[in-house]
């Protein structure tokens, strides 16, 4: 798995650097999938054929390997994951969060939180390995993360204050959440959001050394 395949941030590549090598192909699968995603939502300007490109990709984590095209490396990734004994339906999850954001703003409280259960379940589900469901806190811990990273990108500032408070809430009465060494990319995205929940806004550049040093310490000793 190269880049050109990934097509990752930098964020991203740097989590990725954490995960076990066992677990690798797994994270960088569906954080490859959760950023292909958002690349439909972000350059699609008409509502049909933004939801013809998801339901494309709906129509490939549901067929069989068999029936699914070739020449799209991240299909040969999913495929590669089933082969290995992988369940496909958190994936279905992040894909169905994915399409909330195809209906329009403002959302109500419902929407929010579907969104929030669906991408962040989804996506934490599936790095997670599906060995176990995720905890409770675990499961909000995802969702949090979920309202951060859409209040980090979203241009409607209304929305992205909703997103954010909706994402203090969940962890205001909550200890930290934990994750075994399988999961440090995960616990990775959670103290990134949980240092901006506890000065109570949003951090302007996650591309600081600062935060580079944050990240790198978590990585290599979990603390």
Known sequence: MNDAVLQLDPLRRLVLAYAKKPDRERYALVFALD??????????????????????WRDILTKAVTERPT??????????????????????????GWEYLLEDFPWDDRQFDQYAEKRGGGLFSFASGGSSPLSVKQ????????????????????????????CIQLYSSDDPVSFDRSGRPLSIFCKLTQSDVKKGSLTADLYR???????????????
């Open 209 to 223: 050394p600062a935060i580079a040093s944050k990240i790198i310490w978590h990585g290599v000793t979990g603390c």
């Open 35 to 56: 950023a292909r995603f958002a690349d439909v939502i972000r350059s699609t300007s008409e509502i049909l054929i933004g939801q013809m490109r998801l339901t494309w």
């Open 139 to 166: 499961r909000k811990a995802a969702q949090a993360w979920a309202l951060w990273d859409f209040a980090r990108h979203c241009s409607d500032e209304k929305m992205r204050g909703q997103a954010f408070n909706k």
């Open 71 to 96: 020449g799209e490396p991240l299909v040969a990734l999913i495929n590669q994951a089933e082969q290995k004994g992988a369940d496909l339906s958190p994936l279905l999850h992040l894909l169905e």
